[in-house]
């Protein structure tokens, strides 16, 4: 049987994600000169999957871990790369006292950034093993001092794919057009624009309007064309403070 699983390609949904991932990092690296960057290796717990009776102790596998040679050799073209596992990084985001909510829903430093601020710290702070003439083991060597930033979160614009056969046909027997990343009126979805509702994002159209929605996805209004400035052009980003 032929194998179709032999040049190891990622799923589309799992490429578009880790893409994600690396279009923010080479944007930052345009604006900071990174050198180092330090990636969390996921590891499956074998104690779930392992089959036995009883083995509760874990998740079994992640979709995180889908991809992650794909994007680590991605990333070694930008910048040096270091792996750590995840109980690396939980030790030393505990000795930083740095919280972590694992409710992945809730949109807050605690649920997706302190991890990567630990995983940072590894470049300044590390728990090595020490040898004195009273003893030996491991200590944290180093010194890093953690303050406050903004947190930001960064995604695509949902766009709908098109759909070029309706279910249901309108009067007259022509479909209406349905998805895309156009509009009729020459602006884009995800195009920064003013308008009298505020500043947002294309979203959607009508015969004479545009839609306008927040960073969040809530819509400001449908608003007349000729009431509306583009500010920018969509860059495939939408940045949420």
């Known amino acids: 049987r032929f194998l179709n699983r032999r040049q190891g390609k990622l799923a589309p949904s799992i490429r578009a994600n880790r893409q994600l991932e690396l279009r923010v990092v080479s944007e930052l690296t345009k604006i900071y000169p990174i050198t180092d960057i330090y990636f969390e290796y996921i590891k499956a717990d074998v104690d779930l999957t392992s089959g036995r009776k009883g083995a509760k102790s874990g998740k079994g596998f992640s979709p995180v871990m889908v991809g992650q ?25 505990k000795h930083l006292r740095l919280e972590k909510s694992k409710n992945k829903a809730e949109q807050s430093p605690e649920s997706h950034a302190n991890d990567g601020i630990a995983l940072a710290c ?21 010194y890093v001092k953690v303050t406050n930033a903004p ?10 794919r098109r759909q070029l056969h309706l279910m249901v046909f309108s009067k007259g027997g022509k479909r209406r057009k349905y998805g895309g ?33 927040d960073a969040n996805g809530q819509r400001l209004g449908q608003i007349a064309v000729s009431k509306i400035q583009l500010i920018r052009r969509s860059n495939g980003l939408i940045v949420s403070h």
Do not use: C, M
Not at 124 to 140: M, V
Not at 151 to 160: C, D, E, T, Y
């Open 69 to 93: 040679k794909w994007a680590i050799e991605q990333l070694s073209q930008l910048a040096t790369v270091h792996t750590r596992f995840g109980w690396q990084t939980s030790n030393l985001r």
């Open 122 to 142: 590894f470049q300044f702070l590390d728990y090595l093993p020490f040898h004195t003439s009273n003893g030996h083991g491991y200590d944290w060597k180093g």
């Open 181 to 213: 990343s156009t509009t009729r009126h020459g602006f884009r979805k995800g195009d920064l624009v003013s308008s009298p509702k505020g500043i947002g994002y294309v979203s959607g159209d009508t015969e004479k309007q545009l839609s306008v929605s």
């Open 151 to 160: 947190f930001a979160v960064i995604k695509r614009p949902p766009v709908s």
